[in-house]
């Protein structure tokens, strides 16, 4: 029988020759060694964690980070351990507990998805991959990247964080494509090891590294171990995007936040009166009730006698 350090030198091997397209030799080592010292301590990392956790940790953070989420994921997993529980849940009181996570349409998926899971599938996360991509709201990344963390297998999780450090480190680019692309798709493939349980291990130490010190406003390359391996975008200069303008979205004033308050005031008050919605932005009662009616078409909201509240 192997010792573990042989297996490890095994592993390395199988990764010592990467596709042209991948990682430059010694690369993925460094970042596994990284995450190795300077990962968090998350609870769905955690040894023996359900995939149904893993599930709901990965919906809660899409463009929303950590800090927001921990508190909400350990009170969710608390309420509704098995997409059973969830399932069978108040639609009103999933929306409650969604809180103010944002893009609340993630907490009605999220619960289509227990649904889904109950009626197909016995209560048990899928394990296989167009499986869990048939489930509502569960597209490519997420699928990968519940094959990749609840169920141990070699799959490509290609988030904004990961296409970012690929990118950087390939391209010398300080941003990747606005859209996920075909040769980007090639190179963030070529990058994840051979080695199953290194490639899990890869694609949980390269998101890590791209939200704590590849980020995108102010990348830290003092600390970011593929520097000293060779990184073409910290070998260049860090240049400048050299593409079309990014656009940052802006959030005040705009139906997205006035949504967020109707949501808000449906939560912590139920039926909610047209006066009380339309003195939320007394300047524009247009605006308010356009805000309603996307809510509305959306499923978060229902009128009931002149009134919003929250679906049943």
Known sequence: MSSPAATDRTSRAADAAPAPTGLPLGAIDA????????????????????????????????????????????AWMRRWPEPADLAAAPTADVLRMWDSLGYPRRALR??????SIVERHGGQVPDDAEELRALPGIGEYTAAAVGAFAFGRRTVVADTNVRRVIVRDLSGARYPATSYTAAERRHVTACVPAAVER????NQA?????????????????????????????????????????????????????????MAALRAHGSTSRASLEALDPEDPDRVERCVRSLVTDGLAVELDGCLDLPA
Do not use: N
């Open 31 to 74: 970042v596994l060694d990284w995450y190795d010292r300077c990962a968090r301590d998350l609870p769905w990392r955690h040894p023996g964690t359900s995939a149904w956790a893993v599930l709901v940790s990965e919906i809660m953070l899409q463009q929303t980070p950590v800090v927001r989420v921990l508190p909400r994921w350990t």
């Open 110 to 115: 999220l619960q289509e998805c227990a649904r």
């Open 199 to 202: 490639s899990v291990r890869w």
């Open 206 to 262: 390269v998101m890590e590294l791209g939200a704590l010190v590849c980020t995108a406003r102010s990348p830290r390359c003092e600390e970011c171990p593929l520097r000293e391996v060779g990184c073409a975008f910290h070998d260049a200069g860090r240049p400048e995007h050299a593409g079309p303008p990014r656009r940052r979205q802006g959030f005040e004033g705009t139906d997205r936040q006035l949504r967020g308050r109707i």
